[in-house]
């Protein structure tokens, strides 16, 4: 059925692609960051629109079969995630890849801290600091537009560094998690989900050139330079002296929420407001099946990190 819908819809998508075509280039001629940026400032407002302040997975239980409102899934994920890591408290919260502030007004609210949130997008950075003003959350939640590889910060400012589905986008893992580091006050907790590709081991093989391909897809699609498997992921948290490293595979518990992004990518107003977002956004509701079929073939997985300093 979703199928059917989409080709229909292909057809239109394909005449708007080549009004889009200067777009394109000069997307390619732009620094990473760039497409980021650029990525986030097309798309948050249909995202807000459709989905809410929360631009992450949803939790659906542990298994992933769970039913509930989408909006209830992505408030449990940062639920569980926090029960995961033990965290209960905290004073100075720095949001890694902020979106438009769902977590850190959150986990402002809920520790009764402050929160700064860094993002690539000025649009992400504005809509967010309009969302603090809205909350009365002003005086203690700020938002700016700061490269998480050089983050315009003293060494140890926050006792909880949260990153939520920003590290995929990272150009360089290691200095993403270096500079998350840095900014830790010692005792401090840095808590991370990422999207990754399946662990490598001697009983899986490497990533075949099937596997590659569609990794590929994804990275282009979804403005990420490359994945990788949580097992990097802590390796490098290990060279950076980070403490009590505690990792773990959610991928069943959030696999079921792309059927529903797709679900609601065919809802009439979504449709209009996709037309309106540009091509980016479109190719990126278009290839929805991607992130499904990465979950479903075992490709695709979601990696959690904590580690204290
Ligand atoms: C999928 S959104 C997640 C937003 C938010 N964490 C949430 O869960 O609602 C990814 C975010 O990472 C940010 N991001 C990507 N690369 C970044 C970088 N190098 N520095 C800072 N933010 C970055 C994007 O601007 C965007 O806000």
């Known amino acids: 059925m979703h199928r059917t819908r989409r080709l229909g819809l292909s057809g239109l998508i394909s005449t708007i692609e080549q009004f889009n075509n200067s777009t394109i280039q000069q997307s390619m001629t732009s620094t990473f960051q760039d497409q980021v940026q650029q990525f986030y400032d097309a798309s948050s407002g249909l995202w807000e629109q459709v989905w809410g302040e929360h631009m992450h997975h949803g939790y659906y239980g542990p298994t992933g079969r769970e039913k509930k409102d989408r909006r209830q899934a992505q408030i449990d994920l940062i639920e569980e995630l ?6 209960e408290q905290a004073e100075q919260i720095l949001d890694v890849g902020c979106g438009i502030g769902g977590s ?18 000025p649009v992400q950075a504005s809509r967010a600091t309009e969302r603090a003003q809205e909350a009365g959350l002003a005086s203690r939640v700020q938002f700016q537009v700061a490269d998480a590889l050089k983050m315009p910060f003293a060494d140890e400012s926050f006792d909880f560094v ?17 500079e998350c580091y840095r900014v830790l006050k010692v005792g401090g907790t840095f808590l991370m989900a990422t999207w990754c590709h399946r662990p490598i081991t001697s009983a899986t093989g490497e990533l075949t050139a099937d596997e590659q391909q569609h990794l590929q897809e994804m990275c282009r699609v979804y403005c990420l330079p490359y994945v990788i498997s949580l097992p990097e992921y802590e390796a490098i948290a290990g060279n950076l002296s980070f403490q009590n490293i505690c990792t773990a595979d959610w991928s069943d518990a959030v696999g079921p929420f792309w059927d529903m992004v797709i679900d609601s990518a065919f809802e009439p107003t979504v449709i209009l407001g996709l037309l309106q977002s540009g091509w980016s956004t479109i190719e990126a509701a278009l290839s929805l099946r991607l992130m499904s079929r990465g979950y479903e073939r075992g490709l695709t997985h979601y990696g959690l990190l904590c580690a204290h300093k």
Do not use: C
């Open 162 to 178: 949260w990153s939520l589905e920003s590290g995929e986008h990272m150009p360089d893992k290691e200095q993403f998690i270096r």
């Open 82 to 87: 926090l029960s995961w890591s033990g965290v």
């Open 104 to 121: 850190s007004l959150y986990l402002a609210q809920k520790f009764n801290a402050n929160a700064t949130g860094i993002t690539l997008s």
